[in-house]
């Protein structure tokens, strides 16, 4: 049972009971975070008993349970709407996206409590900056926190119980952003693009070296961010959090995003990209961040440590209202006028950043279970070293924006998840021949495994040419002129790395679907090469020069066939057409 301490304050003549709520973080001594059912309950009982505190219900998930949204006010004002008139910064924190990883889970409980309580350690009064909200899911993976168990995310130092990383489809949430697999996804699409955060936290615990932080941070990318957004995140933003934590106790670092022996020599910054919380939410011109506590240490460091990190978010995000409003403002409106996006990187090397790394000695010893060299980390020989933090990167390709995008109804797919997306787009009101340019898919690669239910393709080839094409009432015609520009390019051009293309929504064109019966087509393409004189002196050219194709009549059928109008044309042929000036 929750332990309730009850208060009594005379206030303004009238009596006032507060409970001043423990949670089972604090009842545990920091052993046991709480189950999904007990989740809710706690805030429902928040709810009830503070004003400044709305449990909103949003969509449903995968688990059959509706994804929850807290939201703390200090003007008691829950509609976001209406709080973006009074200018207020939304900082939007997400939990157990990742229920192993329950940190964020008992943090938010935490802050919240003390916040907004009359007697809590944060003093008398609401202690939230009455220019920030905050905007909180609970858990967002409902179906791993509610698959418990002790066996779960075997090296990690607490809690007692955990929850399971794969969803109730047993996907991972943290690549189902562009994709939308689960209906958290979709819910969460919902949230993101109703609440339009200024600021994003989604709450982890990281896995791979041993060293003494006990915070990391992983940052979206300042290059992929871009403008004077990733200028501002680069030079003021991250720098400022990591001062904060230190003045709490907190020697925070980079994401060590180093899983060998050796993080000592520096590290390539993580790339965040749009298949994640953070790179998704790059893409609306969000300051994103995803802190990652360490899995060695203990859960009331990690627990406190992202309770910390939360409130320098809301100190830094309060102190620089008017330039975090501007900065978005101003590129949300540059976005819509921008002619050219990059869609893939890579790393520079030849630029980076130092920081101080706090770290131990590893070494090799005999494995006890198959007596080979086994890595360690010796505790009794910490070290302090400046490294190099790789995070620079350049663009490699770039996409020109066409005028608009079309895309006929058949997709009805991609065009649910652009209309999720809050995507500016109008159905043709009639029959129309429209000139756009053409994509034809000229070579790729696919993943030989699954990856989330899914064979990603990549390294894309392609080719273009500009056609008259007949579109039908009710296709969708797609203005590039939106706040959405940028996520429309990365999901809809093919060789975006986590595009609709790259996540196999398309994937029906890569299969030809008619062909032809040899005996049948031979007099129909002999007739064809009377009167087609530049295609038959083709076909003897190519005799010619390849004697394998010379003694393959199937061969020479297929390459006539190939290049006659009896080939369907809907082959390769990519189905998103741009429209150009």
């Known amino acids: 049972m929750k332990k309730l301490l009850i208060v009594v304050f005379i206030f303004s003549g009238r009596f006032i009971f507060c409970q001043i709520m423990t949670t089972k973080f604090e009842q545990t001594n920091a052993k046991q975070s709480p189950t999904y059912s007990e989740i809710i309950d706690w805030w429902q009982k928040l709810d009830k008993q503070s004003e400044y505190v709305k449990l909103l219900t949003m969509g449903m998930t995968d688990a059959g349970f509706p994804l929850h949204l807290v939201v703390v006010s200090g003007d008691k004002d829950f509609n976001f709407e209406s709080l973006r008139k009074k200018n207020k910064r939304i900082i939007l924190i997400n939990n157990g996206i990742h229920p192993g990883e329950p940190d964020g889970i008992d943090a938010s409980m935490l802050l919240v409590r003390d916040l907004i309580s009359l007697t809590g350690k944060s003093g008398n009064g609401f202690r939230l900056p009455s220019n920030v909200v905050l905007a909180i899911i609970p858990v967002y993976n409902i179906g791993g926190c509610l698959n418990r168990s002790p066996n779960y995310r075997i090296d990690q130092n607490g809690p007692a119980e955990k929850g399971f990383r794969g ?16 209906k958290e996804a979709k819910a969460f699409a919902e949230i993101f693009h109703l609440v339009d955060p200024d600021v994003f936290v989604d709450n982890h615990v990281s896995d791979g070296a041993d060293y003494q932080h006990v915070m990391t941070l992983l940052t979206s990318q300042h290059n992929k961010l871009g403008g004077i957004m990733g200028d501002y995140l680069e030079k003021e933003f991250d720098p400022v959090l990591y001062h904060l934590m230190k003045e709490k106790g907190y020697n925070m670092v980079p994401y060590v995003n180093s899983f060998g022996d050796t993080p000592e020599n520096g590290w390539p910054e993580y790339w965040d990209g749009p298949r994640y919380s ?22 009331e460091q990690r627990v406190r440590s992202t309770y910390a990190l939360m409130q320098c978010f809301i100190e830094f995000t309060s102190k620089n209202s008017e330039k975090i409003k501007q900065l978005r403002e101003q590129t949300k409106q540059s976005v819509k006028s921008q002619t050219e996006f990059p869609i893939a990187w890579q790393l520079d090397h030849s630029q980076w950043k130092e920081i101080t790394y706090k770290g131990y000695e590893a070494g090799h010893k005999p494995s006890e279970v198959s007596g080979l060299p086994r890595l360690y980390y010796d505790r009794t020989k910490p070290f302090e070293k400046q490294v190099k933090i790789f995070n620079y990167y350049s663009s490699r390709t770039i996409i020109r924006k066409p005028v608009a995008y079309i895309i006929p109804q058949g997709w009805w797919k991609v065009i649910d998840l652009l209309k999720l997306n809050n995507v500016q787009m109008q159905p043709l009101k009639k029959d129309t021949t429209i000139e756009v340019e053409v994509y034809r898919i000229d070579n790729y690669k696919t993943a030989q495994r699954e990856y989330e239910m899914h064979h990603l393709n990549s390294d894309v080839k392609l080719s273009s040419t500009k056609q008259k094409m007949n579109f039908r009432k009710g296709d969708w015609y797609i203005p590039m002129n939106q706040t959405a520009n940028r996520f429309l390019i990365e999901t809809l051009e093919p060789q975006g790395e986590d595009s609709y293309f790259a996540w196999n929504f398309f994937d029906a064109i890569l299969g030809q679907k008619e062909g032809f019966s040899g005996y049948a087509f031979e007099d129909i393409a002999a007739d064809y090469l009377k009167t087609h004189t530049d295609l038959k002196t083709i076909l003897e050219q190519r005799r010619a020069a390849d004697t394998a194709f010379a003694k393959n009549g199937n061969a020479q059928l297929n390459f006539l066939y190939q290049n006659s109008p009896y080939f369907e044309p809907d082959y390769l042929r990519y189905p998103v057409y741009r429209v150009i000036d």
């Open 278 to 299: 953070s790179g998704y939410a790059t893409l609306w011109q969000t300051f994103a961040f995803v802190p990652e506590t360490h899995m060695l240490k203990s859960y």
């Open 167 to 182: 969803n109730s489809q047993n996907l991972d949430l943290n690549r189902d952003f562009i994709k939308c697999d689960s």
